[in-house]
């Protein structure tokens, strides 16, 4: 026969104390929720004992609460309506999906849910999963496990597309779209090895059209090939020299096109104090055999 090894394991159930709240129904957690032990006395309902330990029914009360249904007091011990219950938690209750009735105070419930996407947001939201990702849809990460909510970026099916500038979906980092540096015309420089005749063709033209989109900006092609890496730090300088540039040209054109409006005014003026000169002459001269 087997014989049983009596174990020395203490017996948490007899280790915890008494609740103090709970010998009169005073306690406003339940017997799971405290901290402290439950035990039921013999005579729940109806025990004559002012010092017993034990745990007893709730003393009930004929009279109405004031407040009614919204009585935020779980310990109150006046009689309240169907669907009364008061959150044991009051204004620090922090739970998104609790029913109880809570102060005007407490914090709500944010609309938007999981879905918020405001930063440091003072609302109430639902307690996220270990499989949700803490990013929501602010994740860019293309490899990333966690679960995400509706609004965020969805993966590209075609992830190696290497003309997605204009694509809308995330893609790998080694094809993803940076946003603070601009890929290079050439591609040799990028280590990109063509397969085929075809994606060379291709290649080359992707390098043609941005060698044209950034030329429209006043970018030459040599300061395209400066550098392995064109930052948008350097293309804004390069843009703005380039503006500047265009500004001194248009004054100098203005400045000229008025010099030479000037010039031709003084030159009209001096032909009037010619003709004006030519004029007193000759009437000079008339007057003069007039006389004579």
């Known amino acids: 026969s087997c014989i049983r090894v009596p174990t020395n394991a203490p017996n948490i159930e007899f280790k915890r104390e008494l609740c103090p709240y709970a010998n009169r129904g005073q306690c406003r957690y339940t017997a799971d929720e405290c901290k402290y032990l439950h035990t039921p006395c013999g005579n729940f309902d109806s025990c004559s004992q002012s010092n017993c330990p034990l745990a007893h029914a709730r003393p009930l009360s004929s009279k109405l609460c004031l407040n009614g249904i919204r009585c935020f007091k779980p310990d109150c011990r006046f009689e309240h309506p169907a669907g009364w219950s008061a959150c044991n938690n009051g204004v620090q209750c922090t739970r998104y999906d609790c029913n109880s009735n809570h102060p005007p ?19 109430l939201h639902p307690n996220m999963s270990s499989d949700e990702c803490l990013w929501g849809t602010k994740c860019q990460k ?18 190696d597309y290497s003309n997605n500038e204009t694509c ?22 990028l280590n990109i090895i063509p397969d085929s005749a075809k994606e060379q063709s291709e290649m080359i033209e992707l390098s043609a059209a941005k060698q044209n989109f950034l030329e429209s900006f006043g970018i030459s092609y040599s300061e395209i090939l400066a550098g392995p890496l064109s930052t948008a730090n350097d293309m804004i300088t390069i843009k703005n020299r380039h503006d500047a540039d265009e500004r001194r040209n248009q004054y100098d054109s203005d400045h000229n096109m008025n010099q030479s ?22 009437t000079s001269s008339n007057f003069t055999n007039i006389t004579l």
């Open 261 to 282: 409006e000037d010039e031709q005014e003084d030159e009209d003026s001096d032909d009037d104090d010619d003709d004006r000169k030519s004029t007193i002459s000759n």
């Open 105 to 123: 105070t407490r914090k709500q419930k944010c609309p938007h849910g999981n879905r918020c996407s405001t930063n440091n947001c003072k609302l």
């Open 168 to 189: 809308g979906y995330l893609h790998p980092p080694k094809y993803a779209k940076s946003p603070v540096t601009i890929p290079l015309l050439s591609y040799n420089k």
């Open 142 to 159: 293309w490899d990333f496990e966690k679960s995400h909510p509706i609004g965020r970026l969805q993966l590209c099916s075609n992830k």
